[in-house]
């Protein structure tokens, strides 16, 4: 197993990449991380089920995250996370040409990739999304989201707390706690980076019947941050996913109790498109 660092300048910032590429490489994978995190926390559990199958994986750390430039919890544009997204794919193409190529993204990471897909129509072997942020599972308070439509036009890079509950990424305890010590984890969030995301999630849910390439979909029943009906809404709409659902499940699904299930419902899924 071999694993190499790069980066690239966009938007005015270094973004930082990861490739890990088995001996004999089936296929690549771009990994795409949720909010106020990084790529780094999908080393333990999710990456060794990739490469398991062959698949190169590159990850990153997105504008304003982890190891990478920018303002912490901004972003220019939501145009802007679809270009960085762009340009770890072209690095992904020249990594492994001629692969089957996937899209693999969590939370926003999720929210990305199915409008990555739905925007772009590039020809992919196939999407992963998890957890993916169509739709919060909670209203925001009134005020707040007030506020933050007024600083979208006068200060759309101030940054607010969350209001994220570390408790609802995973039913363990010990996932719980790793979060909360984990010192990249940023908790707040600036209107730029709020509202567009968002919004986009509405934008793909109302044109999910133009996804035009294979997608799985997962999500827990008990996802205390996004909301699992929305998920359930868009494979609705789509003509060619399959869904799976984790009763009981929280947020961060490889974290959480029922992460075995999960990760070999993947395997599954992958073997059968490889």
């Known amino acids: 197993m071999q694993e190499s660092k790069f980066s690239f300048h966009l938007y005015g910032s270094e973004i930082f990449g990861c490739h890990v590429e088995p001996k004999v490489v089936t296929g690549v994978v771009v990994l795409v991380h949720g909010f106020g995190e990084h790529s780094g926390r999908y080393k333990a559990a999710v990456i060794p089920i990739l490469t398991d199958l062959g698949l190169g994986v590159v990850t990153y ?17 939501y145009e802007a996370l679809l270009d960085i997204l762009a340009t770890v794919i072209d690095k992904a193409k020249e990594l492994h040409p001629k692969k089957p190529l996937f899209l693999y993204g969590h939370s926003m990471g999720g929210n990305l990739v199915l409008n990555y897909a739905l925007r772009r129509k590039e020809d992919f072997a196939g999407i992963i999304a998890t957890s993916p942020y169509l739709r919060l599972a909670f209203k925001p308070p009134k005020w707040k989201m007030f506020l933050g439509k007024m600083l979208l036009k006068v200060l759309p890079s101030v940054t607010l707390p969350s209001g994220l509950d570390a408790n609802g990424i995973s039913r363990n305890p010990e996932e719980v706690t790793k979060y909360q010590n984990d010192s990249m984890i940023y908790d707040a969030v600036s209107p730029m980076y709020s509202f567009p995301v968002m919004d986009a999630g509405e934008w793909a849910l109302a044109n999910a019947h133009t996804l035009n390439c294979e997608a799985l979909l997962l999500h827990g029943t008990r996802d205390q941050i996004i909301d699992h009906t929305a998920t359930i809404e868009f494979h609705q709409k789509a003509s060619n996913t399959t869904l799976k659902l984790y ?3 929280y947020h961060e699904l490889h974290h ?6 999960m990760l070999e419902d993947i395997h599954k899924w992958l073997k059968e498109r490889i």
């Open 61 to 77: 750390d997105n504008i304003g995250h982890g190891k990478s430039g920018g303002k912490r919890g901004h972003c220019p544009s």
């Open 247 to 249: 009763e009981g499940g």
């Open 256 to 261: 959480d109790l029922c992460k075995e299930a």
